[in-house]
């Protein structure tokens, strides 16, 4: 079975510009969440999406926002970009039907740098 | 503010000895603690879980031991090898928000010949 997959693997940008990160899940997964790793703050929680509506949100500014297609897979946007907004960004899917139980699988991520 | 911390930031073991890797929380909402392992350039990797009804589980060379009076949690890996080295992260998750989990900061095990 194939892993979570990430796209691009690798970006950088400027200040101010925006972007958005692909993520596909396993096939059947119907929960996608991205978190956001940074040295300091470690993995934080961005938005979980489940059949294409937002279900949990993390506190992160309105300038981050996702979504989820009929397939499952999710993007991930974030505007106006800022140097602060430079870290790895990682995707995870499951398929809740136990959420008591579940684990996410995690895909490789996308490392953003903003100059 | 940190919900969980592992305040170890580096550990180093030697190799067929006992790694202990901790983690403590705040939230006592938090119901459901998972571990989770990170190599270089991966994304996270699931290794073990436990509810908060029980207080040990098991799997292999890895247990998770829950302290739930004291919101401490730890990671008991017997005999460490050298393929154990990764940074090892906990996470915590509370009941109506299983998808969203809480991660700490993180170990990093260095498992030494």
């Known amino acids: 079975k194939a892993g979570v997959t990430q796209t691009p693997r690798y970006l950088i940008k400027t200040r101010g510009q925006q972007v958005t990160l692909s993520c596909s899940p396993i096939s059947g997964h119907r929960s996608v969440s991205w978190y956001q790793q940074t040295p300091g703050q470690g993995l934080q929680f961005l938005f979980e999406y489940f059949s294409e509506t937002q279900r949990n949100k993390g506190n992160f500014p309105g300038r981050f926002s996702g979504r989820q297609f009929s397939n499952s897979r999710s993007e991930m946007n974030v505007s106006t970009l800022e140097l602060g907004d430079s870290a790895l960004y990682l995707c995870?899917?499951?398929?809740?039907?136990?959420?008591?139980?579940?684990?996410?699988?995690f895909g490789p991520g996308t490392r953003l740098t903003v100059l | 503010d940190q919900q969980v911390k592992q305040n170890s930031p580096s550990l180093s073991v030697q190799e067929g000895r006992i790694s202990i890797l901790n983690c403590d929380y705040t939230n006592s909402m938090f119901d459901y603690f998972l571990w989770y392992k990170k190599y270089p350039a991966e994304g996270p990797t699931f290794l073990i879980s436990?509810?908060?009804?029980?207080d040990k589980n098991e799997d292999g060379r890895f247990t998770v031991f829950l302290n739930k009076s004291a919101k401490h949690l730890s990671l008991h890996i017997v005999p460490s090898q050298p393929g154990d080295s990764a940074v090892y992260f906990c996470?915590?998750?509370?009941?109506?928000?299983?998808?969203?989990?809480?991660f700490g900061t993180g170990t990093r095990l260095q498992v030494t010949l």
């Open positions: 436990i509810s908060s009804i029980k």
């Open positions: 995870a899917s499951s398929w809740p039907r136990d959420p008591r139980s579940d684990e996410q699988f």
């Open positions: 996470a915590a998750s509370a009941s109506g928000t299983a998808s969203k989990l809480t």
